[in-house]
C-alpha cells in the first residue's frame, strides 16, 4: 500500500515564497504570505475532496431507456457516451416557458464551447434542455457556439429522474460512467438552495463558471451582479 506523501506545513511554504512586488509594505506581505498559506490549504483541501468524490461506491445503475432529440435525430444516453467511459450532462435552463435562455447558464456553457476537443479528450460532453432541439439549436448559433453539442430531453424522463422531480426549470449537473455494458450514476452536483451559506447565492464547489474564480481574485469580488445574455446591445 502507498504511504501518503507527508505534506509541508503551508505557513513553512508561504515563508519561503521568494516573491516581492515593486514599494509593497511589510504589512502587505505579511498580510500576503498568510493568505498564501490559506492558498495552498485551499488547493490541498480541493484535491482532498477530488479523491473523496473518485472513491464513491458505485451509483445506481440505469435501467431506463433515456432518449433525446440531438441536431441530427434522436440519440440514447448510452449514445452520448460515444467511445468513452464516462459522460458528463449538464441540465440547462432553457425551458419552454423562457423566452430566452438563462444567462447564467449561458455564462457557464459560453465558457466550454472552445474548450469542447479538450474535454472530450478524457469524456464525453452533452448539453441537455428541455425545448424543442430547432430552438436549442438556434440559440447556440445565436451565440456563435460551435462545438458545444445540445439536445431536448423531449418526454422530460431524464430530467425528472436526474434534474428535478417536479421538472421545474433548473439546471443540473450529472456524471455517468460506463463499465462492462452498464451505464451507472456516478455523482451530481447536489450544493443547492438549502446548503447555501447565509449572505450568498447557490452555489457549487468549485464553481463551474471560470467567470466566478476570476471575479474571486479581484478587490471587488463576485459583488451582486450577475452576467446578462448582452451589454448595452452587444454580446
Known amino acids: ?122 469524456v464525453a460532453l452533452a448539453m441537455v434542455a428541455r425545448s424543442p432541439v430547432d430552438r436549442l439549436v438556434a440559440a447556440k448559433q445565436a451565440r456563435g457556439w460551435t462545438k458545444l453539442k445540445v439536445y431536448a430531453d423531449v418526454d422530460g424522463d431524464f430530467t425528472r429522474d436526474y434534474v428535478s422531480a417536479e421538472d421545474a426549470d433548473v439546471p443540473g449537473y450529472t456524471v455517468f460512467t460506463r463499465r462492462d455494458g452498464k451505464i451507472r450514476h456516478f455523482w451530481s452536483s447536489e450544493m443547492y438552495a438549502l446548503t447555501t451559506d447565509p449572505g450568498q447565492d447557490p452555489r457549487g464547489a468549485p464553481d463551474l463558471d471560470p467567470l466566478w474564480t476570476l471575479l474571486d481574485t479581484t478587490p471587488g469580488g463576485r459583488g451582486d451582479w450577475y452576467p446578462e445574455l448582452e451589454y448595452g446591445g452587444k454580446d
Not at 464513491?56 to 431506463?64: A, D, F, N, S
Not at 433515456?66 to 459522460?87: N, S
Open 1 to 122: 500500500m502507498n504511504t501518503p506523501a507527508k505534506l509541508v506545513p503551508s505557513p513553512e511554504l508561504a515563508r519561503q515564497n521568494p516573491v516581492h512586488f515593486p514599494n509593497e509594505s511589510a504589512a502587505y506581505r505579511e498580510a500576503r504570505n498568510a493568505l498564501l498559506a490559506e492558498e495552498i490549504e485551499l488547493r490541498r483541501h480541493i484535491e482532498r475532496v477530488a479523491e473523496q468524490r473518485r472513491a464513491l461506491p458505485p451509483g445506481g445503475e440505469v435501467t431506463k431507456r433515456y432518449t433525446f432529440q440531438g441536431e441530427h435525430g434522436p440519440v440514447t444516453l448510452d449514445e452520448l457516451f460515444a467511445d468513452k467511459d464516462t459522460l458528463v450532462v449538464y441540465s440547462y435552463m432553457f425551458g419552454p416557458q423562457r423566452e430566452r435562455p438563462c444567462p447564467m447558464c449561458t455564462s457557464i456553457m459560453g465558457s466550454w464551447d472552445h474548450k469542447v476537443p479538450d474535454i472530450e479528450q478524457r
